[in-house]
């Protein structure tokens, strides 16, 4: 059985312009990429970086423009129906059948990979404890809480016992609780062997759940490596963050950098010194007559790489 379950080399997706008036564009620009069985593998990036439609041409859902994908070693312009009975997919929205009970909808969407009625009562009730809603079988999905739905809908990823799990934002709009009870769910499914491709614009979600990932800019990779690997790459181990009254941190900054510190951030509310010993850093402010109103020094994060690498505008 092959380590490698999804291959990506040079993989392109261009959309055509929809109508004379309108321009085409390239989402996905030329990227490589291997993921390896049993690993959590994330993709990040802003809006438009490619991250969805990355995953659509893993999910066979969208064909490819360029390059070559392989999928659990077969190919997706040929295969996609044998490629997607060993695919889970969780998207951003539940797509769940509301006016349904929460095991009715285990029991349809089972039935769509031709699963014997049985088979699936069987898997629900496993499926349903895994994700603690054992006692919400009669329930319908209306009734739910937003977690309870975002767990259904994982629950009802697994029907077909899948090789491959795809989650595009799985936590998105969920409470700190409900977060961190899914990433309890998701971490057992990794401990059970299912490998997961995930998508997340929340980077204490990736640091938290991924052994490995790419980061998307403008449709190409611009940095690959496990957390740990691409904060030493690309950060510092402290930040040093300070806060000035209304009027005082131009004046500031202009002290920091005169005294050879190159590795600070301006934003509109606060200077970000980074250097491998915050604690040091602090003190040489107060050395330079600085007179924060709030000083803060913490570990860099996969926040401070994200940011350095697809930058701090606005990307709608």
């Not at 089972?110 to 898997?123: D, K, M, Q, T």
Request: glycine share 8%; aromatic share 6%.
């Amino acid at each position: 059985m092959s380590d490698v379950l999804v291959e990506a080399v040079e993989l392109r997706k261009h959309y055509p312009p929809r109508d004379r008036r309108s321009a085409g564009f390239t989402a996905v620009d030329g990227i490589d990429f291997v993921l390896h069985r049993g690993e959590s593998f994330g993709i990040l990036g802003p809006n438009g970086a490619g991250k969805s439609s990355t995953m659509r041409m893993i999910a066979c859902v969208a064909p490819i423009s360029g390059g070559r994908l392989t999928v659990l070693g077969l190919d997706p312009a040929t295969d996609g129906r044998r490629i997607r009975a060993r695919l889970g997919v969780v998207p951003q929205d539940d797509a769940l059948d509301r006016d349904l009970s929460v095991e009715e909808n285990l029991l349809i969407y089972g039935r769509y990979f031709g699963l014997p009625p049985s088979v699936i009562a069987e898997r629900s009730t496993e499926l349903l404890e895994f994700a603690q809603l054992g006692d919400k079988a009669k329930e319908r999905v209306e009734a739910l809480s937003g977690g309870m739905r975002r767990r259904l809908t994982i629950a009802r990823s697994l029907v077909n016992q899948p090789e491959i799990l795809l989650l595009d934002e799985p936590t998105t709009g969920l409470d700190p609780q409900a977060r961190h009870v899914l990433w309890d769910r998701l971490f057992r499914l990794k401990q059970q062997g299912v490998t997961l491709v995930l998508t997340t614009h929340y980077m204490d979600e990736a640091e938290q759940l991924c052994d490995r990932l790419v980061v998307m800019d403008s449709g190409r990779i611009v940095a690959e490596g496990s957390p740990r690997e691409l904060i030493a790459r690309y950060s510092t181990r402290d930040v040093l963050e300070l806060r000035f009254a209304i009027g005082e941190q131009r004046t500031a900054e202009d002290k920091v950098r005169a005294a050879g510190v190159d590795r600070i951030e301006a934003l509109p509310d606060r200077l970000l010194w980074y250097a491998d010993d915050g604690e040091y850093a602090l003190a040489t402010a107060h050395r330079l007559g600085l007179a924060p109103v709030t000083a803060l020094v913490r570990r860099s994060t996969l926040e401070d790489v994200f940011l350095a690498l697809t930058g701090r505008t606005l990307v709608d």
